[in-house]
């Protein structure tokens, strides 16, 4: 059973850094696109970044190129998403996600089979 559980959402003020974790567990040796997505009130789920297991290409949502960046460790245990240049639009729920993929990067399209129970990130003016 994969699990994901996301940390290290909170409030910042406008300009500011935050770096969100996502503890991953029970991943086989296979391919998997893990990434981010959020949602605040009202609004449609957004996607964020998104990470090749054991690769480095990553996609990212057009409303963050620039000021955040995926990564994930070598063991595949933990997703990071650091955010530089926060503003007050980025304010949301923030969702871990991953999905077993052949595509030698990681689509933000289609269907994510598992999802975190999310973090929430707070961006004052």
């Known amino acids: 059973q994969v699990t994901l559980v996301e940390s290290g959402g909170g409030s910042v003020q406008a300009g500011g850094s935050l770096t969100l974790s996502c503890a991953i567990s029970?991943?086989?040796?296979?391919?998997?696109?893990m990434a981010w997505f959020r949602q605040a009130p009202g609004k449609e789920r957004e996607e964020v970044a998104g990470?090749?297991?054991?690769?480095?290409?990553?996609s990212y949502g057009d409303s963050v190129k620039g000021r955040f960046t995926i990564s994930h460790d070598s063991a595949k245990t933990t997703l990071f998403l650091q955010m530089n240049s926060l503003k007050p639009e980025d304010s949301a729920m923030y969702y871990c996600?991953?999905?077993?993929?052949?595509?030698?990067?990681?689509?933000?399209?289609?269907?994510?089979?598992?999802w975190g129970q999310g973090t929430q990130v707070t961006v004052s003016p």
């Open positions: 990470i090749l297991s054991g690769g480095r290409i990553t």
């Open positions: 996600a991953a999905k077993k993929t052949l595509l030698t990067y990681c689509s933000l399209k289609g269907t994510f089979t598992y």
């Open positions: 029970g991943v086989d040796d296979g391919r998997y696109c």
